[in-house]
């Protein structure tokens, strides 16, 4: 009997130890591992204007790519609306916008300082690809049987438009004032207006869907576009890394293939 009790214990106390020792296996390394990658995953928000859509989406690839454990986030639209929202507490890392007006207001509000000029964009009419207006001017669209699509005049495109038709000395009466200038854009490419003044990276964007026509009073309505890290930056490290990638000569030369120009 002495010699029953002790072997169970002798038993007992190894058995324990083993499945202790295989609950740690089974759950302590899987969880320490898991808390690892949710701790090495990091995002940055970059708020851009819609306009640089295609040459931001690019350079993000770029960016994750050299850093597996980082996702760049966009949030693409009118300059003047990113603005407003990273005012109202958006969380944002990064701000580009289509016009140093539109960075003003973050500025003005202290969340940033020292915007960089990375860019510059200017004005063409886009027509549909039978142009069935017979659009070959700036001044055709004075003509109350176009149908014009322009921006709202309190976004970047829509006052390089105003710019733009003052220095013609034209008045256009537009079927049709979008938030930005994707939405223009797209006016053109289904067909609802036969032109529309959007920026020469977007008509080259949508190659194949529209053509662009060049006109002097464009020269008069150049929109610089400056880039900033913000100053409540959730993540400010890979923020200042991003606006570096963006003005390097990798970042110029994805943006000027785009049809941007050189500030």
């Known amino acids: 009997m002495v010699f029953r009790r002790l072997s169970r214990r002798a038993i007992a106390v190894p058995v324990a130890l083993v499945l202790a020792g295989l609950s740690g296996c089974g759950s302590g390394e899987p969880a320490t591992s898991s808390t690892s990658a949710a701790a090495g995953a990091k995002e940055v928000n970059v708020f851009a204007a819609a306009s640089l859509t295609e040459t931001f989406t690019e350079l993000g690839k770029t960016f994750e790519a050299a850093r597996p454990e980082v996702t760049v986030k966009f949030n693409f639209g009118s300059s003047a609306t990113l603005a407003q929202q990273i005012v109202q507490g958006a969380p944002a890392d990064v701000f580009a916008a289509a016009s140093p007006a539109t960075m003003k207001t973050v500025t003005d ?84 207006v036969d032109a529309a003044l959007v ?33 409540k930056a959730p993540a400010g490290d890979l923020a200042k890394q991003f606006v570096d990638l963006v003005l390097s000569q990798q970042g110029k030369d994805v943006l000027t293939k785009a049809g941007f120009e050189a500030p």
């Open 199 to 231: 920026y020469t990276t977007d008509v080259i964007a949508a190659a194949g869907k529209v053509q662009g026509i060049a006109f002097p009073e464009a020269d008069k309505a150049i929109n610089d576009y400056p880039i900033a890290t913000l100053s």
């Open 109 to 192: 509000a202290s969340l940033a300082s020292g915007p960089t000029t990375f860019a510059r964009n200017r004005l063409e009419i886009a027509v549909p690809k039978d142009n069935p207006a017979k659009v070959a001017e700036l001044k055709d669209l004075t003509d109350p049987k176009v149908k014009v699509a322009l921006c709202a005049e309190q976004v970047p495109c829509g006052a390089a438009a105003v710019k733009a038709l003052d220095a013609a000395g034209l008045k256009v009466t537009p079927v049709t004032l979008e938030q930005d200038v994707k939405a223009t854009l797209t006016k053109v490419e289904l067909g609802e």
